[in-house]
Structures are given as structure tokens and as C-alpha cells.
């Protein structure tokens, strides 16, 4: 009898373990393909792991990671924000109108300091924002539609401020006192771009807030049981108007980043940029569904996104099947995000047995 | 094993020798379960002894990994509900299937659409069909009316009805009153004892022992996946089946009561009204001007059928629901209650009735889920939080091995407990319970009383809603009786009686439970 109960649990432990580790690996699915890439690529193009290279590529990262990570809140309350590409089109093109244009006040035109344009554009989106949030909370409209319309008005308005065209030279001029916005983009602290430093930074206070504050574990409520997380006293409205705000905010950043590295505002920039962030979120694990998902995840989905483009355009890849390949990558990455939740739900009760094992 | 049941009466089905293992554990242990021809078949167990993976293997959705099925002595092999169903076995399942965007009729014939010869539906024959079956309950209701909108006791009668026209000829019942007032599960008793007149063998599964008395007539008793009990219902009582079920005497329920009559009122709500609306998900039992008052480590009960308020009064206290005039003071200063948020801030909190909708979030662990309520901190301090999970893991006996595994490991009872768990992190001055132990088995049912009485002495007040009378009696110091929005009685503990609390609870309209369907076996007391 003994013996008997002794290889069961045996049996069990074992079962356990392994249910751990391919638990692990499919978790950890996206560093491993990141890797792979990363020594893929390394080994077919000889000039693509090198510090210059890395850098560049990071600079272009940097633009989806930010919108990513700003999505994975909404994606993680169960909503999805479509207008986060218009909304970095809008951001660069008021940042563009105040730089070359000014605000008239009394018949005389002001230039508002560089830093005051920036505010004043964030402001701008974090507005469209808050009416993706008051769409999806107070008036109940769903957030695919609801952002989707403000896809629309927001690219709408870009194209107004400026009547389809481009602002151009927005390094400004010492007489205005309107310079200094290249260098938003463009600058290096400690040898890294800024773009770089902004996408650290807010990662880095992504990454608290969703997993060390109260606010980021409703926001996992919510996307897992909105009706239980009302009940649990948590205000799902608030929570859920912040996701879009903070959302808005990174496609701000994004829309000003661009605009200062070309010196130039272009209406349409930003077009389809929603679709690379979501791609970015889905790869780095985050259920669309809601409630499941990490930070971390969404950023080397960007990474991966990242890597594939630049490495596929080194190896001099026809640019008509580096979409179809990202295609592929994206609708992969969904079928083994189902099979990760279809095995875990089968292995959770060997996690839960081979503990009772040990208990007794 | 061919040993003859000719002592029992007419065997229709028999299960033998059945055994079901899964990883880790075994469900089914060499079960033998015989099926008398044209009764009601209790089949009673905990949770975890069986009943479901044994239905499982009878409506064809698994099959065993040993043992024989044999249906008036052919043995028959199921492979699939489908195969059932052919050999007319069905059942309907603890969580209604129906689905609520189709009408009553479309249903009836979800899958298996009747068509005239051509590619089109025939409507009017599934009409026709639907109601027939429909009046064979004697239950007609609108065939065109959308599911959804129909409360849950009619869904179940058409669920009914569906496997009826299949021409079943057994019928299993997997918990069908959890979800049911009293006056629902009446008429439900009612369409079963037409069913079993017409020639129906039904297999009955519930945890309410006072249904399966009035309602039973052979009874099985499974435990850790063995029969440990067989019987027919006039050789057993309900001392036969708890001590059965549970392997031991039944506890003292009731415990001691301490007199709260003396103790300062901590709640007191004055003339609370409640718009009412219809609708399918947000409709609402207008209240009336409601007074009620509660007192510090007082359990109060809330009794009535179902729409006579009791879940809207609840939810209005908790800020579920805008309320439209009253008012509500708590510990002598009056409140506004506008949120769930503030509700909880001043010290009410809700415990809402479904823990799988309400209560739970799946996708989190045991340890997050318990703390969800709890926020003071900026940061979350995850040291103090293994703590205090731990600490109540402890004081409410919550069978849980790692609270970081997801909440959806635990069995129905600890998960309830979970949810109580992340109330009481609140420090509420006043607990508001809907249905604290449904869907939980009866001896959790005795834990959560206990922990429940408890907290009652050291102070805290608790209201609760059950449609279970046995519940309401055994739990509560006093009974506030509630119908059509109004409070129609109320009654000390020592003034209770089932026969009061029905009539109170009933309006005067309707007949009460008085034609009573199984004249045999009396009321249960």
C-alpha cells in the first residue's frame, strides 16, 4: 500500500513538473521567439548585431512600444483603442500648427515656448481620449465602434487643422523662440535617444502600476468580471476612463516624437499604427477578452515586431512578403495564445494535486 | 452479478459496476446505480461524490472506463448524447442551455428543425408540436416569446418540453431548483409528478433535502464516489440521508442563539422606494416605502418568492441600485448611498447571490481574489497581503493548497468562502448577504452557519435573502417577509413556521402550496 501511494505521488510530482515547465515555455513564448529572431538574423546578416544597428532599431521600436503599451490597459479592461493612430497624427499636427502658425491674441500672433506646445498637444489628445472613455462608460458604446469613430474624427480633424497639408521646418526660429522641438526626438541622454528614454519610463511606470498598485489589479478585475468587480466596490468607470487616457497619452508622445524627427507634420502620419500595437499586444500574450495579459509582454511584442521588420529589410526580403510573414507571425501568435489557455486549463488541477501530494 | 431485482421494483436502467478515473483521483469506484421504471430517482451526494460524472456517463457525454449500462436488460453502449437521446435518455443540465436570443418554440427544436419536404423550416408544425408538449407540463406560455425574456423557472419548463418531444422516456434533473423561488420549484413539482403519471422515469439530483423527501421515491446515496446508501423512500428520514451523505450523525444545526433584543440598532432604513422597470437583464421589483430596522449582531432573514423584492432591497443598500426616496442611517447618522464604492465605504457590503457571475474573477489567483475589496495602500504590499489571505484561510477553514493557484481550483463551498472572505476584508458594519450558500453543499452549508453565527457575536450584523426555508429558520434571529414589494410580516425566531413564512410570502391572489402535489409523503417538518 505503501509503496503504491508512494509512486503515485511520485507519478503525480512528476506530472506536476512537467506541467510546470511547459506551462513556462509556452509563457514565456514571445522572449523565446524575440531570441530566436534576434539570432536568426544575426547569423544571416553580419551588420545586424552591431551597437549602431541596435540602436536604430530600438528608436524604431520605441514608436510601437509606446502605443502598445499604452493599449494593453484598454486590452486588459476587455475594451480596444482603434484611434490611438489618429490621435498620433492629431498630436503632430497641433504640435506642427502652434510651432509654424502660432496662436493669434489681440491681432498679434504668439509663439507659445516649445515646451507649451507640447503640453497643449498632449492636452488635445488626452481630450479624444476622454471621450473614448466617455463613449465606452457612460454612453455604452462598444469600444471597437466607439474608438473607431474617433479614429475617424480624430484623423478628421488633423486633416482640418491643416487642410490636407504638411507643416513644414518646424525647427522654429530664434526670433519666435520657437526652437528646441527637434530635439524631442532627436536627442541623446547618456548616448541612448530620447524616444528610448520615453518608452523606458513609461514602461517603467506601466509596469508599477500594473503590478504593484491597487489600480492595476482592477484593471485585471474588470477585463476578468466586470459585473464582479462593480460588486467589489471597484469604480469601473474611472478605472476604465483612466486606460483610454493613458492610452491617448502614449499615442500623443508618439504622434510628437515623429513629428520632431521629420521637423515636418504630415496629416496622415500614423495611419495603421493601431494595428501594429495591437499585433504588439496580442504577441506579448495579452487576451483580447481581457483580465489576462502583462506590460512586459506588450513591449517585446513590440520588440518582436520590431526586430522581424528591420531584420527582413537587411536581408533585402521583398517588401510584399514581409507583410505576408508578419501576417503569418501575428495569426500564429493568437492560435498558440488558445492552446496556452486550453492547456492550462487542463494542467491547473495537476498544479493543485501534486500540492495536495506534498501536503499529505 | 446477474443477481435478480425482482424484490425491487421494475429496474428500466442500470448502471454496473461503473468506474471513472482522472488524473490524480477517482471519480466513479465501482458504482452500481439501478433506475426504478416510472419513479423519481434521487440520486444525493456532497459536492465532489460523483452525481455529476456519473450523469455525465448516462447522457452519453463521457463514457466510463469500466462497467455496463443496461436499459431494460439490453446492455447499451453510449457514445454520444446523441446516442442518448436515441435510446431516449435525457437531461437538463444545472445551468440552462437554453438559447435566450431564439423564441420558445425555436428552442424546442434548436438542432433538430423540423422541415416540410423542402429546405425551409415548418413553422406551424414546430408550433404545434412545441405546444403540446408545453400543455403536457401544463405550462402553455407564448411560443414566439424570446427566451431571454422569460424567467428562469419557465426556461427549464422548455427545456423540459424540448426533451419531452424527443420522446424521452427518462429524464434526468441535475439540480433544477438552485436557480428557483418557491413558487417555481412548486409548479416544477408539479410538471414532475404529471411527467412521472405520463410515464417518465426521472433522476433527481439536488442538495435541498426537504425537496427530495416530498419529491422522492427511491433514493441513492453516493459518497467519494461509492453507493453507501439505497432505499426507497418510505424506509428513510432525514437523518438517514445526512448522516449517509456526510458519514457521520448530523451536528446540532442550530446551535446556541444569543439574545440581540437588547443591543443598540446599527441600521435603519426609512420609507425605501425602488422604481420599477421590466425588461430582460435589468428588470426590477418596485419597492414601497420599507422600514426596516437591524441591530447590532442581529441575523436577519429575508423571505419571499421570486420578484417580491428581496434581491433589489439588497442591492439598493449595497448602491447597486438608485434608490428613489428613503432613508438610510447607519449607526444614527444618515447616509447617501450612491455607489457600490461609498455603500462599502460607510460599511455595507453585499455578498451578491451568483458566485460564478458576481463574485469571481477567473483569471486571478486565490490570494487576489480575496483581495480585491481591500484598498488602502497606494502600493500593494504583497508580504502583508500572504498574510491576512493566510490568517482568513485559517478562520474560515478554506480548504485552498496555494493561494497563488487560480480561484477556479477550489471546489463551490471554498470559493463562496473566498468571496465572504474579500466582504469581511472590508470590515463591514453591516453584512447583506443574497443566498449565502447556494449551489454548496451541506456540509459547507453547516460551516458557512457557523462562521456566519460567529461573526453575529462578535458583533457583526447580517442580513441575508434564501428561498430555502430550511436556511431561513436555521440561520436567522428574525424574518422579515417580503411580497410584491412590500414587507407583508415579520417574525421572531421563536414565532417561525414554514407554513407562516409561505403564507406570509404569498400573494393573496395566488394559490399557495395548498393542493399539495404528493398527498403520500405529507409536508416534510
Redesign the interface.
Known amino acids: 500500500m505503501n509503496s503504491a501511494a508512494g509512486s503515485i505521488s511520485q507519478v503525480?510530482r512528476a506530472?506536476s513538473a512537467s506541467a510546470r515547465f511547459v506551462l513556462l515555455l509556452l509563457r514565456a513564448r514571445a522572449v523565446l521567439v524575440l531570441i530566436l529572431l534576434l539570432v536568426l538574423f544575426s547569423a544571416l546578416a553580419p551588420e545586424f548585431f552591431t551597437a549602431n544597428n541596435l540602436s536604430i532599431l530600438t528608436k524604431h521600436v520605441a514608436i510601437t512600444a509606446l502605443l502598445a503599451i499604452g493599449m494593453t490597459f484598454v486590452v486588459l479592461t476587455g475594451g480596444i483603442d482603434l484611434s490611438v493612430g489618429s490621435i498620433a497624427g492629431l498630436s503632430g499636427m497641433a504640435a506642427g500648427y502652434l510651432l509654424t502658425q502660432g496662436i493669434p491674441f489681440n491681432s498679434v500672433v504668439h509663439y507659445p515656448p516649445v515646451a507649451m506646445v507640447v503640453l497643449i498637444s498632449i492636452c488635445l489628445c488626452l481630450v479624444v481620449g476622454a471621450l473614448n472613455g466617455w463613449l465606452v462608460t457612460r454612453a455604452g458604446v462598444a469600444p471597437f465602434i466607439a474608438t473607431l469613430g474617433t479614429l475617424y474624427i480624430a484623423r478628421g480633424a488633423a486633416l482640418l487643422i491643416s487642410n490636407g497639408k504638411t507643416f513644414p521646418d518646424l525647427g522654429g526660429t530664434v526670433r519666435r523662440g520657437s526652437t528646441g522641438f527637434p530635439a524631442f526626438g532627436q536627442s541623446f541622454l547618456l548616448h541612448v535617444p530620447t524616444p528610448v528614454w520615453m518608452m523606458m519610463v513609461i514602461f517603467a511606470i506601466a509596469w508599477v502600476v500594473a503590478e504593484?498598485?491597487?489600480l492595476g489589479?482592477?484593471v485585471?478585475?474588470i477585463?476578468?468580471?466586470q459585473?464582479?468587480?462593480?460588486?467589489?466596490?471597484?469604480?469601473v468607470q474611472q478605472v476604465t476612463l483612466t486606460t483610454y487616457l493613458f492610452s491617448s497619452l502614449c499615442a500623443g508622445l508618439v504622434g510628437l516624437i515623429i513629428a520632431s524627427q521629420l521637423e515636418a507634420a504630415h496629416p496622415a502620419t500614423g495611419e495603421s499604427f493601431e494595428l501594429n500595437a495591437i499585433a504588439a499586444v496580442v504577441l506579448g500574450g495579452t487576451s483580447l477578452m481581457g483580465?489576462?495579459g502583462s506590460i512586459t509582454g506588450s513591449l517585446i511584442g513590440a520588440f518582436v515586431i520590431g526586430v522581424l521588420a528591420d531584420g527582413m529589410v537587411m536581408l533585402g526580403i521583398s517588401e510584399f512578403w514581409q507583410i505576408v510573414i508578419k501576417g503569418v507571425v501575428i495569426v500564429l501568435a493568437v492560435a498558440v495564445d488558445q492552446l496556452q489557455s486550453r492547456l492550462q486549463a487542463r494542467l491547473?488541477?495537476?498544479?493543485?494535486?501534486s500540492?495536495?501530494g506534498v501536503?499529505r | 452479478m446477474s443477481r435478480a431485482t425482482t424484490s425491487m421494483p421494475d429496474v428500466l436502467l442500470e448502471a454496473r459496476n461503473i468506474t471513472k478515473r482522472y488524473p490524480g483521483s477517482v471519480a466513479l469506484d465501482g458504482v452500481t446505480f439501478r433506475v426504478h421504471r416510472n419513479q423519481v430517482n434521487v440520486l444525493i451526494g456532497e459536492n465532489g461524490a460523483g452525481k455529476s460524472t456519473l450523469m455525465r456517463i448516462l447522457s452519453g457525454v463521457e463514457s466510463a472506463d469500466e462497467g455496463e449500462l443496461f436499459l431494460d436488460d439490453q446492455r447499451i453502449v453510449l457514445d454520444s448524447p446523441r446516442d442518448a437521446a436515441a435510446h431516449g435518455i435525457a437531461i437538463v443540465h444545472q445551468e440552462l442551455l437554453a438559447l435566450t436570443n431564439l423564441n420558445v418554440s425555436e428552442n424546442i427544436f434548436a438542432g433538430r428543425e423540423l422541415c416540410d419536404g423542402t429546405f425551409f423550416i415548418d413553422r406551424p408544425k414546430q408550433d404545434a408540436r412545441s405546444s403540446f408538449a408545453l400543455q403536457q407540463l401544463r405550462k402553455p406560455m407564448d411560443l414566439r416569446c424570446e427566451t431571454g425574456r422569460l424567467p428562469i423557472g419557465c426556461r427549464q419548463i422548455v427545456e423540459i418540453a424540448r426533451t419531452l418531444d424527443q420522446g424521452s422516456k427518462m429524464l434526468i434533473l441535475d439540480e433544477p431548483t438552485s436557480a428557483l423561488s418557491a413558487s417555481e420549484t412548486e409548479s416544477l413539482f408539479s410538471a414532475i409528478v404529471d411527467l412521472k403519471r405520463s410515464g417518465v422515469t426521472i433522476i433527481y439530483i439536488s442538495h435541498r433535502l426537504h425537496e427530495l423527501l416530498h419529491l422522492g421515491d427511491q433514493f441513492t446515496v453516493l459518497r467519494s464516489g461509492r453507493v453507501v446508501g439505497e432505499s426507497s423512500r418510505t424506509e428513510i428520514s432525514r437523518q438517514w440521508i445526512v448522516e449517509r451523505m456526510s458519514g457521520r450523525a448530523e451536528a446540532a444545526s442550530a446551535g446556541e442563539r444569543t439574545d440581540v433584543s437588547t443591543n443598540s440598532a446599527v441600521l435603519s432604513v426609512r420609507g425605501l422606494s425602488l422604481a420599477g422597470s421590466a425588461g430582460d437583464e435589468a428588470a426590477q421589483t418596485a419597492l414601497h416605502g420599507l422600514n426596516v430596522s437591524l441591530r447590532k449582531g442581529e441575523i436577519l432573514g429575508l423571505y419571499g418568492l421570486l420578484g417580491a423584492g428581496r434581491t433589489e432591497l439588497l442591492e439598493a443598500l449595497a448602491g447597486l441600485r438608485p434608490i428613489a426616496s428613503g432613508e438610510i442611517a447607519l449607526r444614527g447618522k444618515t447616509i447617501r448611498i450612491d455607489s457600490v464604492h461609498t455603500a462599502m465605504k460607510a460599511g455595507i457590503v453585499l455578498m451578491p447571490e451568483e458566485r460564478q457571475r458576481d463574485g469571481l474573477f477567473p483569471d486571478l489567483s486565490i490570494r487576489e481574489n480575496m483581495m480585491m475589496s481591500s484598498r488602502s495602500t497606494l502600493f500593494l504590499a504583497r508580504g502583508e497581503e500572504i498574510g491576512r489571505v493566510n490568517q482568513l484561510i485559517a478562520d474560515l477553514h478554506i480548504a485552498a493548497r496555494d493561494i497563488e493557484l487560480p480561484i477556479t481550483t477550489l471546489s463551490g463551498g471554498n470559493q463562496q468562502k473566498v468571496v465572504l472572505a474579500r466582504c469581511l476584508l472590508c470590515s463591514p458594519v453591516v453584512l447583506l448577504m443574497d443566498e449565502p450558500t447556494r449551489g454548496v453543499d451541506v456540509n459547507a452549508k453547516a460551516e458557512i452557519h457557523d462562521i456566519l453565527r460567529a461573526l453575529a457575536r462578535r458583533g457583526l450584523s447580517i442580513v441575508f435573502t434564501s428561498s430555502e426555508i430550511e436556511e431561513t429558520r436555521a440561520l436567522a434571529d428574525r424574518v422579515l417577509v417580503l411580497c410584491q414589494g412590500r414587507i407583508a410580516a415579520g417574525f421572531e425566531h421563536s414565532e417561525l413556521t414554514d407554513e407562516g413564512l409561505f403564507a406570509a410570502a404569498s400573494p393573496p391572489v395566488v394559490s399557495s402550496m395548498a393542493n399539495s402535489l404528493h398527498p403520500a409523503s405529507g409536508h416534510p417538518a
Open positions: 503525480s506530472a504593484k498598485m491597487p489589479r482592477h485585471y478585475a477585463g476578468g468580471n459585473r464582479a468587480a462593480r460588486l467589489a466596490g471597484i469604480r483580465g489576462r491547473v488541477p495537476f498544479l493543485a494535486q500540492d495536495q501536503a
